[in-house]
């Protein structure tokens, strides 16, 4: 079941409302092998290594250093309010790929380059890793779910979504608030 323009435009407003500050965790998922994907309560975030279990690192000929560029392709975030519109039902949304799926207005008017997330004790931060539909999401979603992430409005909402590297490891738990850093700081020291 794919969606059409149409339907996919018609979802933009809900994508809207996603909260730009304190938002939730709504999924975890891992990638434990190509194609294989394993949906999760709780999970480590690690520095070297990003979702543990995750084969991010498998890609590579050993854990990326501090300041190499495949870290910033460490940790993907995906809107969860964009991911269900696109998939169509809850079942479907880690056919797109990424780790964690959250309810946070990704835009770049709210999440820029070098800012920081709280997720549960874990903080990521944002980089400039551009996060684009590719082949496998217009075959998961359709040729029009891939424009619609394309667009010049998909990457400036990030409605594919983001690239994040963990700067403090912990353990992200769906349900856990999505805080940025600024506000972060009010409350458990970063």
């Known amino acids: 079941m794919h969606r059409s323009t149409e339907e996919l435009q018609a979802g933009v407003p809900h994508i809207l409302q996603s909260p730009r500050d ?19 309560a709780s999970c480590p975030f690690d520095v070297g290594s990003g979702a543990v279990g995750d084969r991010w690192v498998r890609r590579f000929p050993s854990p990326p250093l501090p300041g190499m560029s495949e870290q910033n392709s460490q940790v993907t975030l995906m809107n969860s309010r964009a991911v269900n519109l696109i998939a169509g039902s809850r079942e479907r949304w880690a056919l797109a790929g990424d ?4 309810d946070l207005h990704l835009g770049v008017e709210n999440l820029r380059t070098g800012d920081r997330l709280r997720l ?24 029009a779910a891939l424009a619609f992430v394309n667009s010049p409005e998909g990457k400036r909402l990030h409605l594919r979504g983001i690239y994040a590297r963990v700067v403090q490891a912990g353990v ?3 349900g856990d608030s999505v805080w940025k850093a600024p506000h972060a700081t009010a409350g458990p020291a970063l």
């Open 22 to 40: 304190g938002g939730r965790v709504e999924a975890i998922v891992i990638r434990t092998a190509i194609d294989a994907r394993e949906d999760l």
């Open 99 to 102: 780790q964690l799926y959250v």
């Open 120 to 143: 549960g004790n874990v903080v990521l931060e944002v980089t400039p890793m551009p996060h684009n539909g590719c082949r496998k999401f217009a075959a998961r979603f359709g040729n």
């Open 172 to 174: 992200i738990q769906v």
